[in-house]
């Protein structure tokens, strides 16, 4: 009898194999990382026409085209960067190979207040272009304005309000995933806060996010805090603040009240997160050091301000002011990231581009060759002035994602922050083997399933069957970032295999030149 039903189980077992369907790619023996922050298992991953469609112990026989051997090496989810700025370099080089060596399969433009204006456009352009990785944007705030009111200097009229509310309504139905603001730039930092929270409200309907480059992230960042706090509060949609930090020496160590406001918050209800970029300088224009009142109405404006002698001593005078806060005698920590006009300053601090100017060796000096740089051409630049402290105090926080703040790097190309080239494997191999500031499944949870909830991608994220097939397989030994401040362009090393939508986009870590990424949509597409 006993032999009989051994036949009969075999014939089941058989039949249970003719009926799988074939996958088109079989990950065998790795070490599944699922997403959700549980411990690895052993097992398989069985992907078809672009999805998921089996993880686990999967039968020796199951069919498949390929099958790659994942033994030792990590599979996890492919990673999600909530906050690039790819506009225009998505056109130059769609296969973002920074980003697939880095393991994103997934990234969100549009942060920072800057986005296409016209949302609907700009999707059917992607989808053009192909691109090698998925694509969502949030709909700019500072991008909506300007379209509205220019750069100018006041609060909107009911008018320009309403205008700028409908154009927010009208990204948000072309798929906008939320509203963004960059609060330090021209003309975002002319707003007030009602203005974005009836903004922000117009997302709200949608189902959208507020991600906000707060109005300050040095010595008021608190209060900047807390306006981006009332804004979700207000609006009633989640908060994502966007690359948490604190620069300058004088700040070193206040990152425990910042964190302590954001629980508060999430206690009291608030659904609120954060992304970072695990380094010690930040990245952005040059401009960025001069006040906000000289910069309205566009740099003709400027030019005619500064040409004003009181003007211009007023306007040196506050960027000295802010240089003795930072406890500093020079603008050493200003580096040229990007500056056309001359790239042989490309890598070069204010202090040495100064001096080699042959003006004297003093900081008033050194800010009126920042001035003659901004008339000439808004420089890229790398400010050095983070506490490394402080950036493990903030990857620590359970609500906190990895993110860039890149945009897809041109090989050779200026003298970048080397965050777009290394975020995620700069955590994986610095924070959690070598430092092992926080685990391996934390930290793909944060790359992973924490962004694709918080973003609203409700099929990724996660190695689950029915999810996209976006998966990446890298070694958890050996994954690095090798980008450096002094040379930028390297790329990470370590992911072995990328798969995007199902195709295999890196093979034995090299670029096959598949460009199967997607525009992801937000809720309230129509």
């Known amino acids: 009898m006993r032999y009989y039903l051994l036949i009969f189980l075999s014939l089941l077992t058989r039949l249970a194999v003719a009926q799988t369907p074939?996958?088109?790619l079989l990950i065998r023996n790795g070490r599944l990382y699922d997403g959700t922050g549980n411990a690895w298992v052993l097992g398989d991953v069985a992907v078809r026409a672009g999805r998921i469609v089996a993880v686990g112990r999967l039968p020796a026989t199951y069919p498949a085209d390929t099958v790659l051997d994942a033994q030792g090496l990590a599979v996890a989810p492919g990673f999600i960067d909530v906050h690039t700025?790819?506009?225009?370099?998505?056109?130059?080089?769609?296969?973002?190979?920074?980003?697939?060596?880095?393991?994103?399969?997934?990234?969100?433009?549009?942060?920072?207040?800057?986005?296409?204006?016209?949302?609907?456009r700009y999707f059917r352009t992607l989808d053009s272009?192909?691109?090698?990785?998925?694509?969502?944007?949030?709909?700019?705030?500072?991008?909506?304005?300007?379209?509205?009111?220019?750069?100018?200097?006041?609060?909107?009229?009911?008018?320009?309000l309403s205008q700028m509310e409908s154009l927010v309504d009208q990204a948000m139905r072309a798929g906008a995933v939320g509203l963004s603001s960059g609060l330090i730039y021209v003309p975002g930092t002319y707003s007030r806060t009602p203005e974005l929270i009836q903004l922000a409200r117009a997302a709200a309907r949608y189902r959208g996010l507020y991600a906000t480059h707060m109005r300050n992230e040095s010595d008021s960042v608190l209060l900047a805090m807390q306006e981006a706090l009332r804004v979700g509060r207000e609006a009633g949609l989640?908060?994502?603040?966007?690359?948490?930090?604190?620069?300058?020496?004088?700040?070193?160590?206040?990152?425990?009240?910042m964190l302590a406001l954001l629980d508060q918050a999430r206690h009291n209800g608030q659904q609120v997160t954060i992304d970072q970029y695990p380094y010690t300088a930040s990245s952005t224009s040059l401009s960025t050091l001069l006040p906000d009142a000289v910069q309205a109405d566009g740099r003709d404006s400027l030019r005619q301000r500064l040409a004003r002698p009181a003007v211009r001593r007023a306007v040196e005078a506050s960027m000295l002011e802010r240089l003795r806060a930072r406890?500093?005698?020079?603008?050493?920590?200003?580096?040229?990231?990007s500056f056309p006009p001359d790239t042989s300053y490309q890598g070069q601090s204010?202090?040495?581009?100064?001096?080699?100017?042959?003006?004297?060796?003093?900081?008033?000096?050194?800010?009126?060759?920042?001035?003659?740089?901004?008339?000439?051409?808004?420089?890229?630049?790398?400010?050095?002035?983070?506490?490394?402290?402080d950036v493990q105090r903030i990857l620590r926080y359970p609500q906190n994602m990895v993110a860039s703040d890149a945009s897809i790097r041109v090989w050779r190309e200026g003298a970048p922050h080397p965050r777009g080239y290394g975020s995620n494997a700069r955590v994986l191999g610095r924070y959690v083997r070598e430092l092992r500031?926080?685990?391996?499944?934390?930290?793909?949870?944060?790359?992973?399933?924490?962004p694709a909830q918080t973003f609203g991608f409700p099929d990724r994220g996660l190695l689950r069957p029915g999810?996209?097939?976006?998966?990446?397989i890298f070694d958890p030994a050996t994954v690095q970032d090798r980008s450096t401040f002094a040379q930028p362009h390297q790329y990470s090393t370590g992911m072995k295999y990328v798969l995007v939508n199902g195709r295999l986009t890196v093979r034995n870590g090299q670029h096959t030149g598949q460009r199967a990424g997607q525009v992801l949509y937000g809720p309230g597409k129509q």
């Open 85 to 120: 700025h790819i506009e225009d370099d998505e056109v130059r080089q769609p296969t973002a190979d920074n980003f697939l060596y880095d393991g994103v399969t997934t990234v969100v433009t549009g942060n920072c207040g800057s986005s296409r204006p016209n949302l609907g």
């Open 22 to 24: 074939r996958a088109d």
């Open 238 to 257: 989640p908060l994502q603040i966007s690359h948490l930090k604190l620069g300058g020496q004088q700040n070193w160590g206040r990152t425990a009240e």
């Open 350 to 389: 204010i202090e040495e581009i100064n001096r080699r100017r042959g003006r004297p060796h003093k900081a008033r000096a050194e800010a009126a060759t920042i001035l003659e740089l901004v008339l000439q051409y808004d420089a890229g630049m790398v400010f050095h002035g983070m506490s490394e402290t």
């Open 327 to 337: 406890k500093m005698k020079h603008f050493s920590y200003a580096v040229v990231a």
């Open 129 to 160: 272009l192909h691109l090698s990785v998925n694509t969502a944007s949030l709909i700019g705030h500072g991008t909506v304005r300007k379209a509205v009111m220019g750069r100018a200097q006041r609060p909107p009229t009911p008018g320009e």
């Open 437 to 450: 500031v926080i685990t391996l499944e934390e930290a793909i949870r944060r790359m992973t399933s924490l």
């Open 467 to 472: 999810f996209a097939a976006d998966v990446v």
